[in-house]
Antibody, heavy 124, light 107 residues
Framework: EVQLVESGGGVVKPGGSLRLSCAAS????????MNWVRQAPGKGLEWVSS????????HYADSVKGRFTISRDNAEKSLFLQMNSLRAEDTAVYFC?????????????????WGKGTTVTVSS | DIQMTQSPSTLSASVGDRVTITCRAS??????LAWYQQKPGKAPNLLIY???SLESGVPSRFSGSGSGTEFTLTISSLLPDDFATYYC?????????FGQGTNVEIK
């Protein structure tokens, strides 16, 4: 079964850091580019960051650029999101999501497989 | 950034109704559009990609159309399982952007 499982969420104070992980199973992670998408409480979906399958290309939303870093370890079948300088507005459920193989490494960034999400709360 | 605007924000409908949701892009995105369904407390689920291609396993009552700046998601005959929030997403250019969502509720 193709599956993504996020972990690492929690409660953190403003200015703090968290590292989210996403474990992939049922498919070969190294063959897919990946994404992080978040959803603030009661709000819509917001794209956060994407990474190509070789890690050669990374993209970030302006709202997190310079504070968040996406990375991956294909051998460990894991995707990561290092979140620094956290703000109250970063409070959300964070989903990792797979980009289909369609379009190769750098095109067609829609999302065909999603994890269940991990909750990040930034509060003093 | 490309802005995606969905209408309506809320749609009240009955089982059996034909439902259409519109998504407009602030500039042309060709056919680089996806539609997702999300139920409360769950992850989104891909329905349609490249504007009109039905994702494997998605019922045929869902269909997508459009190109350029205007797109529609149609549910031909609403079932109880279809009451949910629907999002469009453009993948023409960075940053990726989603519409604000359309909540399909029971009339």
């Amino acid at each position: 079964e193709v599956q993504l499982v996020e972990s690492g969420g929690g409660v953190v104070k403003p200015g703090g850091s968290l590292r989210l992980s996403c474990a992939a199973s049922g498919f070969t992670l190294s063959s897919y580019s990946m994404n992080w998408v978040r959803q603030a409480p009661g709000k819509g979906l917001e794209w956060v960051s994407s990474i190509s399958r070789s890690s050669s290309d990374k993209h970030y939303a302006d709202s997190v650029k310079g504070r968040f870093t996406i990375s991956r370890d294909n051998a460990e079948k894991s995707l990561f999101l290092q979140m620094n300088s956290l703000r109250a507005e970063d409070t959300a459920v964070y989903f990792c999501a797979r980009k289909p193989a369609d379009g190769g490494e750098n095109y067609y960034y829609y999302m065909d497989v999603w994890g269940k999400g991990t909750t990040v709360t930034v509060s003093s | 950034d490309i802005q995606m605007t969905q209408s309506p924000s809320t749609l009240s409908a009955s089982v059996g109704d034909r439902v259409t949701i519109t998504c407009r892009a602030s500039q042309s995105i060709s056919s680089w559009l996806a539609w997702y369904q999300q139920k409360p407390g769950k992850a989104p689920n891909l329905l349609i990609y490249k504007a009109s291609s039905l994702e494997s396993g998605v019922p045929s009552r869902f269909s997508g159309s459009g190109s350029g700046t205007e797109f529609t998601l149609t549910i031909s005959s609403l079932l109880p399982d279809d009451f949910a929030t629907y999002y469009c997403q453009q993948f023409d250019s960075w940053p990726l952007t989603f519409g604000q969502g359309t909540n399909v509720e029971i009339k």
